[in-house]
């Protein structure tokens, strides 16, 4: 089964400043798709970059991107240019390619809190 | 309104009552997921459905009962609710069951067992 570990429960960061997330995970998969989502205090979860693993290009969506190492298993997101409204928590997650494994369900890390200090 | 949606957003109950927390989509999506959130554990899936009157079981299914009678809703039941189902429950749905195809997530169901 797999496994998606977050290594840091909280993290802070200055405003306008760059923080980076860790996540790491465990498959014996070689085609999977990796997810990071926000979750603000409104609880909503918001798909924030997406990453297929046959992809070695690094995903990037405006002021986000990812680190991605196949070989290592991580999968970490970098927020560059931080900005109040990016506090929340945020979540890691796997996805199968196969439909068998729970019609393709997420699997989520624990989550990290992520602060920006004014 | 369109999109994805839960009822109630708070529901309080007491040890042994039967709760039915609601999912309503309007994208006709085929696939629906219930996640049950938990401090220190993320989100974990409880039961999802491929299409109407398809279900399975997820990776914590003990307690909870569904139904897909119609595309559209995904009912989640707590048959007897114990002080372990306290939780935050969401709703996804997905157009199809391919990885690549986005979970869209509902505003979350906040339940209280006393």
């Known amino acids: 089964a797999q496994t998606v570990t977050q290594s840091q429960p909280e993290m802070s960061v200055q405003e306008a400043e760059t923080v980076t997330l860790s996540c790491t995970y465990d498959t014996s998969e070689s085609d999977y798709y990796l997810f990071w989502y926000k979750q603000p205090p409104s609880r909503q979860m918001i798909l924030v970059i997406r990453q297929e693993a046959y992809k070695q290009q690094n995903a990037t969506e405006n002021r986000f991107s990812v680190n991605f190492q196949k070989a290592a298993k991580s999968f970490s997101l970098k927020i560059s240019d931080s900005q109040l409204g990016d506090a929340a928590m945020y979540f890691c997650?796997?996805?199968?390619?196969?439909?068998?494994?729970?019609?393709?369900?997420?699997?989520f890390g624990e989550g990290t809190q992520l602060t920006v200090n004014p | 309104d369109a999109g994805i949606t839960q009822s109630p957003r708070y529901k309080i109950t007491e040890t042994g009552r039967q709760v039915t927390l609601m999912c309503h989509q309007t994208w006709s999506h085929s696939y629906m997921f219930w996640y049950r959130q938990d401090l220190g554990h993320g989100l974990r899936l409880i039961y999802y459905s491929a299409a109407a009157d398809i279900t399975d079981k997820g990776e914590v299914p003990d307690g909870y009962v569904v139904s897909r009678s119609k595309t559209e809703n995904f009912p989640l039941t707590l048959e007897s609710a114990t002080r372990s189902q306290t939780s935050v429950y969401f709703c996804?749905?997905?157009?199809?069951?391919?990885?690549?195809?986005?979970?869209?997530f509902g505003p979350g169901t906040r339940l209280t067992v006393l």
């Open positions: 997650a796997y996805r199968s390619p196969s439909r068998k494994t729970s019609g393709s369900r997420l699997t």
């Open positions: 996804a749905s997905s157009l199809a069951g391919g990885p690549g195809n986005e979970q869209f």
